[in-house]
């Protein structure tokens, strides 16, 4: 069973923005009340208001799969359908 890391970052179109920022603290709190997420750490970026950098920590790929499902089909998902991600993904 191996730990499932995501890190990488976001890039928000601007007329997203607000509502991506005001839909980030729930998806924050929800995420963090699942089964199996150790780490879930979303930042707005200093100079780039459009950047959020991304770390996330899931016990194993079922938890991180059932996470990625939950996403997929949330509020949070809609919201950020427009959004550029780019992830690395690695098992430890």
């Known amino acids: ?11 928000v179109p601007h007329e997203d923005l607000s509502v991506v920022e005001q839909a980030l ?5 929800l995420t963090l009340a699942e089964a199996g997420c150790l ?3 979303v930042t707005q970026h200093d100079r780039d208001p459009n950047r959020f ?7 194993d790929r079922a938890a991180f799969n059932a996470h990625q499902a939950r996403v997929k089909n ?8 427009n959004v550029a991600r780019h992830y690395e993904i690695c098992e430890e």
Request: aromatic share 14%; no cysteine.
């Open 25 to 29: 603290s729930t998806h924050i709190q």
């Open 1 to 11: 069973m191996s730990k499932v890391i995501l890190k990488g970052y976001i890039i």
């Open 53 to 59: 950098d991304v770390y996330e920590e899931f016990v």
């Open 39 to 41: 780490v879930f750490q």
């Open 74 to 81: 949330s509020h949070w998902g809609g919201v950020t359908l």
